[in-house]
């Protein structure tokens, strides 16, 4: 079947649903297209918080959340992209509460903030109250309230849609290819602009915070035509996943009061960041713990994780202000955190790199030109505002400001064409040529079981910490793996509800991703943020103060660089 | 009628326990009626139902199809009937439902609305209900510069209600919804509630109006079904005698 919009979304998290709300704005007509229902999406789990410097509780300046941004991203960060996010991202706050999103309040009514890693007043004297939250839910509200105001506005949706081709002929992106889930049909959808919101890819590990369905399709598919993915060797480690479940527990614990404590009880971040403790940002505290947990500091009978210790909050407050992890707790480890420690281990969590943008959101095809019509905002794109590493609460702003400029650019410019490109003539012949292979090919290996192969690589060899054997070790293994994908087999030969088949689609974009991580990771010799190389284990600003631009040619990846923008700030030791 | 996997003897590590899922299948394309069958499945201490029923779909039968993606409680994919109560399959241990040595979990698709394949049901009849009630703020004349105040207390009052997931474990255990599927159901009444008892919201009479309609919150019964089946832990009877209450006073 064939569709035709003026905008189309793909992907209905809260850069999607932010984006569709302001392309709506411009006159034009808009779709969303996800594969699973909205308030599925993954936004839902994030807890904390998002930053913006409103000052409801102390002092607080864009320009500290600007520098500790960059800091945070060990000056990675685009400056001119901080700088536009920092400045918005406080009225997509108030525009969030005057959507009816339930903030926690302060005692004034005002929205209620609280401490997170990495934030601090007066460029990282101590640690600032940033954090609007609303209890541990933030994620859960913010994707409601788009949601509802989506519902309100009357936006076309799509649901368990499968994007699985971009369809971009003579440089411009007209269109893209779907899968309908209920019945197997390929959709064609012609658009003058598309706006890719589909989140990351942490599933090419095991342990991970990330939903079963972030497989970074549309990083994939983007990437398959030979375009560009960025800074794809940054991946952050949330460092308080639930032991051996990956499941997150919110940085917000440490912002309350909560401790990291190794086995012998000793709050150990006071060694690693004397100023700011256990509240350093996410890629320091990750290697802390396992720094510990290597030096056989590790608590539980094999030594394999940590202790997030609430135990000296009062039990009011941890149900006042974070109920949802208590409740994790209890229910995935049968620990009562008012009495006992929380076991916990660094979790995959957020993908620093992606599709690269500039700053309203176009897709680049290089280092300076844009894919006409091709938009992306969220964790799928790289502005990029989170360089090496990204702050906690960070990616909730991430999806308001850039989804919101992701929506105004796309609208601009299917206003500005006065008719749609026409598509090629047969746009669904890959993704049919694709299907048909996996589903009839008769193949004998089994999906899940190289997939599990491919995040137990990838845990081993591709996370916390790397050298260049371990990656080596890594590309072989991933090498192999995308050998025996050739010949992986579907059961299922239905057309209804296939999520076997997609299942298999799937891992064909993480074993791509994979790839270009490793490859990325083993060509930058420094360590910087969330790129940690044991055999490097000093930043090299001479060297590598630059973006890697990764391509794919032919069966090889090649790797290009691209310039950091420095604005305000200059690169200084990193240190808490 | 009940197929059961012919198989030669499931390995069983020293940790895993060996359950049996009784699952009810359903899939026109391959047969009209829906039936039961059986799966020997290792399980760990600590492993969701999610996880048993990803070991039958990856290493077992591949078509077996459900709806999943947080795997922890917040998405809301997941929700079905297991030992015959709503649950969702990421948020109950095997080791919870009697899931010990040789027992069996029998799973099912949600009920009243449509089975379209195994434990996926049609969800637009739950969606549409839900947005019939005017799922968003509504405010009139200008608003502020920065955010609107709102007390802690006027927040605390509709606390309860922002915390649904729209799972349909609420709606899909209503006896009335069963056999009446024009009713709301009520999880729209919940995300009404949401509305109605937010101090800044203005939109009160228009939505109780909507819910004072026949197939409306009157057609509640008090059953509890709901309350027993959130897997958030909403007091979702509270919350509908709340608004009950409140079209009867017309006082929020």
Redesign the interface.
Known sequence: MHHKYDVLVVGAGGAGLMAALYAAKGDVSVAVISK??P????T??AQGGVGAA?GNIGEDHWEWHMFDTIKGGDYLTDQDAAEVFSKDVIDA??EL????L??????????AQRKFGGHTREFGKAAVERSCY?KD?TG??IL?TLY??N??EGTTFFNEFHVLDLIIENGRCCGVVAFEL?TGEIHTFQAKSVILASGGYGRIFKITSN???LSGDLMSIYYRKGLPLEDMEFYQFHPTGLT??G?LITEGVRGEGGILRNKDGERFMERYAPTIKDLAPRDMVARAIYTEIRAGRGCGPAGDHIFLDLTHLPPEQLDAKLP?IT??AR???GIEPYTDPIPIQPTAHYAMGGVPTNIDAQVLRNNTDIVPGLFAAGEVACVSVHGANRLGTNSLLDINVFGRRGGLSAAAYANSLAAHVDLPDNPVDDVVALLQRLRDGGGTE???TIRSELQETMDAHASVYRTEETLKQAEVDIAGLKARYVHVG???R???????LLEAVELGFLLDLAEVMVVSAKARNESRGGHFREDFPHRDDVNFMRHTMAYKDGGDIRLDYKPVVQTRYQPMERKY | MTVTQERPAVEVADHQQLVTLKIRRY????DPEANWQEFQVPVEK?D?LLDAL?HV???L???L?????????????DAMRVNGVNRLAC?V?VKDLGGRDGDTITVEPIKGLAV???L?VD?DPF?EAF?SI????I?SGN?P????????ED?AR??DT?????CAACTTACPVFWNDEAYFGPQAIVMAHR?IF?S??EGADERLEILNEKEGVWRCRTTFNCTDACPR?IQVTKAIQEVKRALIFRKV
Request: charged share 30%; with cysteine.
């Open positions: 699973l229902y308030t599925r999406s993954h839902g789990a409103l706050v108030y509460e005057h959507m009816g339930p903030f926690s309040r302060t005692p004034e009514g005002k929205i609303a839910r859960h509200m409601q509802q105001q519902v309100k209920a939903a079963l369905t051996k479940l499941i949802d409740e994790f229910t995935y480890l089994n999906v899940a579907v059961a299922d239905g057309l209804r509800y296939n999520t076997e | 899939d026109p394309e391959v600590g969701r990803h779909k990856w290493y039968d591949g078509s199809t459900f709806r999943r993606s947080c795997a922890h409680g917040v998405c809301g994919s948020k241990l379209l394949k195994d996926v969800m969606f947005k005017k799922p968003f703020l405010t608003e510069t920065r955010e609107r105040l709102q007390s802690a927040r509709f606390e922002t915390k649904c997931i729209m509305f937010d800044r919201d832990g």
